[in-house]
Nanobody, 125 residues
Framework: QVQLVESGGGLVQAGGSLRLSCTAS????????MAWFRQAPGKEREFVAA????????DYADSVKGRFTISRDNAKNTVALQMNSLKPEDTAVYYC??????????????????WGQGTQVTVSS
């Protein structure tokens, strides 16, 4: 069982930056692919970024590529999402998710076994 707790959301002006963090419980964090998803009001939840078990592989949605960076620290059981050049369309609830895999990353929401409660990110224009 893995419990995920996100932090770092808030209100920021367009062009600004935020750093989200997700802390996982348990001793098997390094066996999970970790990802961030987001859900804007009235829209379906969408993939944002993922990172493989040891951080050697990352994947980003086209909408955030070049602006967001996902990273992880297996010694601290944390995964972070650095968000730069934020746009109003980045406004959403951001969720951390964990997928038990042997290797690589996945964008499939149904593949993820554990989810955090979400943290709100609001970008004003």
């Amino acid at each position: 069982q893995v419990q995920l707790v996100e932090s770092g959301g808030g209100l920021v002006q367009a062009g600004g930056s935020l750093r989200l963090s997700c802390t996982a419980s348990g001793r098997t964090f390094s066996t999970y692919c970790m990802a961030w998803f987001r859900q804007a009001p009235g829209k379906e939840r969408e993939f944002v970024a993922a990172i493989s078990r040891r951080g050697g592989s990352t994947d980003y949605a086209d909408s955030v590529k070049g602006r967001f960076t996902i990273s992880r620290d297996n010694a601290k059981n944390t995964v972070a999402l650095q968000m730069n050049s934020l746009k109003p369309e980045d406004t959403a609830v951001y969720y951390c998710a964990a997928d038990f895999v042997l290797a690589g990353t996945t964008r499939g929401e149904d593949e993820y076994d554990y989810w955090g409660q979400g943290t709100q990110v609001t970008v004003s224009s």
